[in-house]
Nanobody, 124 residues
Framework: QVELVESGGGSVQAGESLRLSCAASGNIASNYCMGWFRQAPGKEREGVSA???????RYADSVKARFTISKDNAKNTLYLQMNSLKPEDTAIYYC??????????????????WGRGTQVTVSS
């Protein structure tokens, strides 16, 4: 079993930054991909960014050049650095893990394990 615990959310003004963390524990397979997803009220969960087990990364068009995903394998921790935040980034952010093909890296239904989420609120 894999446990994922997110932290780092909060309330900020537009233009400010936040860094999310996701601590992973349990039986994490070496071929697991890790990703960040978000869900705003009334909207479907969407992929924000993910990192493949091979190291490649993908980003949603809406966050490219603003968000950066990284992973510390020694600490089993996934990060999401979010800069230049916008009100439309407001959502619950979830960490997820699973064995996922590259082409499906931002597809939430491909992931097996999920954290409980952390709220990010950006005001204008």
């Amino acid at each position: 079993q894999v446990e994922l615990v997110e932290s780092g959310g909060g309330s900020v003004q537009a233009g400010e930054s936040l860094r999310l963390s996701c601590a992973a524990s349990g039986n994490i397979a070496s071929n697991y991909c890790m990703g960040w997803f978000r869900q705003a009220p009334g909207k479907e969960r969407e992929g924000v960014s993910a990192i493949h087990s091979g190291g490649g990364t993908r980003y949603a068009d809406s966050v490219k050049a603003r968000f950066t995903i990284s992973k510390d394998n020694a600490k089993n921790t996934l990060y999401l650095q979010m800069n230049s935040l916008k009100p439309e980034d407001t959502a619950i952010y979830y960490c997820a893990g699973g064995s996922v093909e590259w082409r499906s890296l931002l597809d939430p239904i491909r992931y097996n394990y999920w954290g409980r989420g952390t709220q990010v609120t950006v005001s204008s």
